[in-house]
């Protein structure tokens, strides 16, 4: 009898333990969902279908010479002004990303020249165009545009800092895969599913690198380590598509 008590007294204590609050920590269900770039996956940056997400650096809206083509995001150069393009410009997200994942593909005109620019701080007043912040990787058709006979200014390169290898891009009109990392300092390029390039922002030997460079004189150029990103309005027709990115 005294054995028997015992096991309901402990059985008893064990059913009182079993809270409704312990229950519900163990389903884990957030009270609201989760976004798909807070959970770190993929996230698109262009739908194919529309702008939406982007705008004209420094404006609220597309310029009408950035189009939406059988699912790419194109610039059509038809109607150049200086070095871009009439109703055109450098367009960057709505967005500011820090740590990330970038990937897209991406194909030139012959004789083209485009960029993929991020770390943009948007602030007109103070920097005129994307590229006076931001870092670029360069698009470019290597065959025939003439800055590809300039060292660090091919497709694939950091522009003007980091000579990008192996040379693995596409001819004009061909699609290039490529994808952007930069994670807490460490930057690494890959283009047709090789690694072209890697190095780490911010340390001295960036600096170095930097006050060699083109950007040099520039406030502040290499040091943001957040911003928005910029597909580049050269002047040249180019074309973008599955643009997608993951926060890391």
Not at 222 to 230: A, N, Q
Request: negative net charge; aromatic residues 10%.
């Amino acid at each position: 009898m005294i054995k028997n008590s015992l096991r309901v007294m402990l059985l008893a204590a064990l059913i009182s333990c079993q809270s409704p609050e312990t229950e519900t920590t163990m389903n884990n269900s957030p009270e609201e969902p989760t976004t798909a770039a807070e959970a770190g996956e993929w996230e698109p940056l262009f739908d194919g279908e529309t702008t939406d997400g982007w705008h004209t650096y420094g404006k609220q809206t597309v310029g009408n010479a950035w189009k939406v083509v059988d699912g790419t995001l194109h610039l059509d150069a038809a109607n150049k002004k200086d070095w871009q393009t009439s109703d055109g410009g450098d367009i960057v997200t709505d967005q500011e990303f820090d740590n990330f994942h970038l990937k897209l593909d991406w194909k030139i005109a012959e004789n083209g020249n485009s960029g993929i620019i991020f770390y943009v701080q948007e602030d007109p007043g103070k920097y005129e165009y994307t590229w006076s912040t931001g870092l670029e990787m360069q698009v470019l058709d290597n065959d025939g545009h003439p800055d590809a006979k300039i060292h660090k200014h091919r497709a694939g390169d950091l522009y003007d800092l980091i000579a990008s290898s192996p040379e693995n891009v596409k001819p004009a009109g061909e699609w290039n895969q490529v994808e952007i990392i930069s994670d807490k300092g460490k930057l690494e390029f890959y283009q047709n599913g090789e690694r072209v390039l890697v190095t780490t922002l911010w340390n001295d030997s960036w600096k170095n690198l930097v006050a060699g460079s083109k950007f040099a004189s520039m406030p502040g150029w290499g040091t943001f380590k957040s911003g928005k990103i910029s597909l580049q309005d050269h002047g040249d027709n180019v074309w973008f598509r599955n643009i997608m990115i993951k926060r890391l």
